[in-house]
């Protein structure tokens, strides 16, 4: 690189575009969800594209997976035993909207596969 983009001061706006949104959070002011997509872009941009300080960052996330949807699963088997078909079924249609099948067996066990 022949150009000094200069990291100290793209890291202190990445600094300060951190603390406008938490302090919009602690003082109650509801930005629009626009805004912070908005924010979000500018953070994951300058951040994790160009300077590279966040790598894998979805990692964590992904390594979780399995655990995460493990214990929805069982939250929704919870629900339907109980008969509490609406709570159940709002989990299953929910993940699917997020692009999460879950399959019934036969033998009562439920499997999960992204769509």
Sequence with gaps: MDDDFNSP???????DLA???????????SETKET???AKKIFDELGE??????PNRNALVESKEPQLMDLIIAVRNESR???NFAI??????DLKA???VLEDGKDGKTFWKKM
């Design 9 to 15: 001061k793209a890291i202190a706006v990445l600094f």
């Design 88 to 93: 159940s079924d709002k989990i299953r249609d």
């Design 19 to 29: 603390s406008m949104v938490n302090s919009w959070f602690q003082n109650g002011i």
């Design 49 to 54: 594209n160009i300077l590279g300080l966040f």
């Design 81 to 83: 035993q109980s008969k």
């Design 98 to 100: 997020a692009g999460i």
């Design 36 to 38: 912070l997509e908005e």
